[in-house]
């Protein structure tokens, strides 16, 4: 390997935790998303669900995580993020996202019946992830926009609550809501 290289090699805790910072820096939703996204899936493949054998498996284990859930619930009703989250059952009761993987050859449209429909909030993400990855969102689209920034705005609590356990050393079972706040503000 190049020496150059390998004496710069983060290892990947350091990475996930560089990807969250660079995701607070960057100006524009669709590279914040990015950034988030890479921290959370490295989260939940390297840490959480290190037996998955796909993004999409991680994805659908976080889906049944109940403390994950309740913490995440807990966060954003104890933030202004509640009033956003409704914004966008709205807009995705108004018009779904449409997932665009072309892995399932079908395309499936995404809502989000109310606040606590943690299921298809974790959809959504993968959703937003899914066609910004695969070129399907477009910047100069006012709804893409408005899409990415809501995946970002409540992508962003989960991403801080997998680095809180992670920092903490909790399994993706522990859950204590009041020592949660204090580390996820510690880190945001």
Not at 21 to 45: C, G, M, N, P, Q
Not at 66 to 92: A, C, G, H, P, S
Not at 115 to 127: P, T, V
Request: net charge positive.
């Amino acid at each position: 390997m190049n020496e150059v290289l390998k004496d710069k090699q983060p290892n990947y805790d350091e990475l996930r935790f560089s990807w969250f910072k660079k995701s607070e820096t960057e100006d524009d939703y669709f590279s914040k998303f990015v950034f988030l996204y890479l921290s959370f899936i490295s989260s939940l493949r390297k840490r959480f669900f290190n037996n998955s054998i796909s993004d999409g498996a991680a994805i659908n284990s976080l889906k049944n995580a109940e403390q994950i859930k309740l913490t995440y619930l807990k966060f954003i009703k104890n933030d202004r993020l509640e009033i956003t989250f409704e914004k966008l059952i709205t807009e995705l009761k108004r018009e779904p996202l449409k997932n665009s993987s072309l892995n399932n050859k079908k395309i499936i449209e995404v809502k989000i019946n109310d606040i606590s429909d943690w299921s298809n909030l974790i959809a959504f993400i993968y959703a937003v992830r899914n066609n910004l990855f695969h070129g399907e969102k477009n910047p100069e689209s006012r709804r893409d926009n408005l899409i990415v920034y809501y995946a970002c705005t409540m992508l962003r609590p989960i991403v801080l609550i997998l680095l809180a356990y992670e920092a903490n050393n909790f399994s993706i079972d522990d859950y204590d809501v009041k020592r949660m706040k204090a580390m996820i503000n510690e880190l945001s």
